[in-house]
């Protein structure tokens, strides 16, 4: 029962570099999430995904791009990585949006060199 | 001013004692909200729903005061294993935003 599984666990980049974060889940949720978690920030909502074929900005989504390919799976990625978005990433889902509780993924740390 | 903030502690108490944590969140037509639990280095997990006439699971309860705009949590019989950091989660009245807390740390000692 893996619930959330995101790919790659860590990363290093170089300024400029592109990337995509992967993630999947098999709870057969409607709703997924993309947030970045700062020291001193908290979690702060990237982009998510409310249904398959919908997307949709959070709070930080500048530098940021999402795809829901299907049901299961809702990729992030970094065009044009800056040292900025050194962080580490949390994908989620949840049933539906609204008072849902999330299930998160384990995390990716993403440094930005 | 912040969505929601929290005191990020550390709080050090002992094996034992009962310890309260408050989270404050300024939209007023704010609609649900959530507690997580997020040990170092980990996902945050989901502890408990927080509802309007508060509840309680095990030796945890959480309670929301709307009036003053606070929920609160409360840790009673602490143990080493709740060493973790608490995470609020506090979703607007659109249900398509989520604010997370920066997080209180709490460490017990033995």
């Known amino acids: 029962n893996a619930g959330v599984t995101q790919t790659p666990k860590f990363q290093v980049l170089k300024t400029g570099q592109s990337m995509t974060l992967q993630c999947a889940q098999d709870m057969n949720h409607n709703s997924m999430y993309w947030y970045r978690q700062d020291p001193g920030m908290g979690l702060r909502l990237i982009y998510y995904s409310a249904s398959e074929g919908t997307t949709d900005k959070g709070e930080v989504p500048n530098g940021y791009n999402v795809s829901r390919l299907n049901k299961r799976e809702f990729s992030l990625r970094l065009e044009s990585a800056a040292p900025s978005q050194t962080s580490v990433y949390f994908c989620?889902?949840?049933?539906?949006?609204?008072?849902?509780?999330?299930?998160f993924g384990d995390g990716t740390r993403l440094s930005i060199l | 001013r912040k969505e929601v903030e929290q005191d990020p502690g550390p709080f050090n108490v002992p094996e034992g004692a009962t310890v309260a944590f408050n989270c404050t969140y300024s939209?007023?037509?704010?609609?649900?909200f959530f507690w997580y639990r997020q040990d170092c280095r980990k996902e945050p997990k989901l502890l408990m729903s927080v509802y309007s006439s508060g509840n309680e699971d095990g030796r945890f309860t959480a309670q929301l005061n709307r009036a003053s705009q606070y929920i609160s949590l409360l840790i009673r019989d602490s143990k080493l294993s709740d060493s973790a950091t608490y995470l609020c989660?506090?979703?607007?009245?659109?249900?398509?935003?989520?604010?997370f807390g920066t997080g209180t740390s709490l460490t017990v000692i033995p």
């Open positions: 939209n007023s037509a704010s609609q649900s």
């Open positions: 989660v506090v979703i607007n009245s659109g249900g398509n935003q989520f604010y």
């Open positions: 989620a889902s949840s049933v539906a949006t609204g008072p849902q509780p999330q299930h």
